[in-house]
């Protein structure tokens, strides 16, 4: 007897030739964490575990297509990640309305972990406008969470910028620490989850080491678990746990930033 098909995991975004990062990183999560990926790419990469050196946007007509082939697979949940250009994020944001009522899962991806602008204030501004109202959860790092909120001066001030991008429409803020330590705190790594109705906050132990793919860990196994069924705040909870131990159980390659290893049991060579 065949198995019947795990949730399906819709993932826009761009490819990564490392497999650190981007959609082969998106599907060995969303495998790992119960689901399964059908991918749309927005943009084809240049780039290595040091920096990005060139982005090529994919063909909107040609994501569209695709989505229109995807139209029998029963969507469960939708996760966006690298949106290069206004093309490629418009050509999204036609296919996220597609599916009306389906958890989505949005990684503003504004720059590579080398350092390599990803994307420009104009695409951000679009971004918080076209986009946002139809995201059930964003997933920032501190980085990101500032750039998309260029009006909140108050440089430390976290939760007015996550209640800034929920009243653009976004119903839910996950603020990851993971690029820059909270003030105080420089030990721990700190999630803070903003919603309209709950705040909460987790803390794991940092790693030492840089690290290539973790932001697309953790939103490609929130849209999992969410597309499983769980609830956002055990989504959000069981989806560090797996990016933690993705991470701590990390490759390291010849040089540059390690890789997490998301296979179910970490293989020891």
């Given at each position: 007897?065949?198995?019947?098909?795990?949730p399906?995991?819709?993932?826009?975004?761009?490819?990564?030739?490392t497999?650190?990062?981007g959609?082969?990183?998106?599907?060995?999560?969303i495998?790992?964490?119960?689901?399964?990926?059908?991918?749309?790419?927005?943009?084809?990469?240049?780039?290595?575990?040091?920096?990005?050196t060139?982005?090529?946007?994919?063909?909107?007509?040609?994501?569209?297509?695709?989505?229109?082939?995807?139209?029998?697979?029963?969507i469960?949940?939708?996760?966006?990640?690298?949106?290069?250009?206004?093309a490629?994020?418009?050509?999204?944001?036609?296919?996220?309305?597609?599916?009306?009522?389906?958890?989505?899962?949005?990684?503003?991806?504004?720059?590579?972990?080398?350092?390599?602008?990803?994307?420009?204030?104009?695409?951000?501004?679009?971004?918080?406008?076209?986009?946002?109202?139809?995201?059930?959860?964003?997933?920032?790092?501190?980085?990101?969470?500032?750039?998309?909120?260029?009006?909140?001066t108050?440089?430390?001030?976290?939760?007015?910028?996550?209640?800034?991008?929920?009243?653009?429409?976004?119903?839910?803020?996950?603020?990851?620490?993971?690029d820059?330590?909270?003030?105080?705190?420089?030990?721990?790594?700190?999630?803070?989850?903003?919603?309209?109705?709950?705040?909460r906050?987790?803390?794991?132990?940092?790693?030492?080491?840089?690290?290539h793919?973790?932001?697309?860990?953790?939103?490609?196994?929130?849209?999992?678990?969410?597309?499983?069924?769980?609830?956002?705040?055990?989504?959000?909870?069981?989806?560090?746990?797996?990016?933690?131990?993705?991470l701590?159980?990390?490759?390291?390659p010849?040089?540059?930033?390690c890789?997490?290893?998301?296979l179910?049991?970490?293989?020891?060579?």
């Amino acid at each position: 007897m065949r198995q019947p098909l795990a949730p399906v995991v819709l993932v826009l975004a761009g490819h990564d030739p490392t497999g650190g990062a981007g959609l082969v990183a998106d599907s060995e999560t969303i495998a790992a964490c119960g689901g399964w990926a059908v991918t749309i790419p927005t943009a084809l990469t240049v780039q290595n575990c040091h920096n990005v050196t060139r982005v090529v946007p994919a063909d909107p007509s040609l994501m569209r297509q695709m989505a229109e082939a995807l139209s029998e697979m029963q969507i469960a949940a939708i996760k966006v990640g690298l949106l290069a250009d206004e093309a490629t994020l418009r050509a999204t944001e036609q296919i996220i309305r597609r599916f009306p009522g389906i958890p989505v899962v949005a990684d503003p991806v504004l720059k590579a972990g080398g350092g390599a602008e990803l994307s420009t204030t104009q695409l951000q501004k679009l971004y918080g406008e076209r986009l946002l109202p139809l995201v059930d959860i964003l997933t920032p790092n501190r980085f990101e969470l500032a750039q998309l909120t260029p009006e909140i001066t108050a440089p430390l001030d976290d939760t007015a910028r996550a209640v800034a991008l929920l009243s653009q429409g976004c119903q839910a803020v996950l603020v990851t620490a993971t690029d820059e330590p909270v003030p105080g705190n420089e030990q721990q790594v700190v999630h803070t989850l903003h919603s309209p109705d709950t705040t909460r906050q987790w803390q794991w132990p940092r790693l030492p080491e840089q690290f290539h793919g973790s932001g697309c860990t953790l939103a490609s196994a929130i849209a999992a678990r969410l597309a499983v069924g769980e609830r956002l705040p055990t989504a959000c909870e069981q989806a560090q746990h797996f990016t933690w131990e993705s991470l701590s159980h990390g490759y390291q390659p010849p040089s540059g930033q390690c890789l997490p290893n998301r296979l179910p049991r970490p293989v020891r060579f």
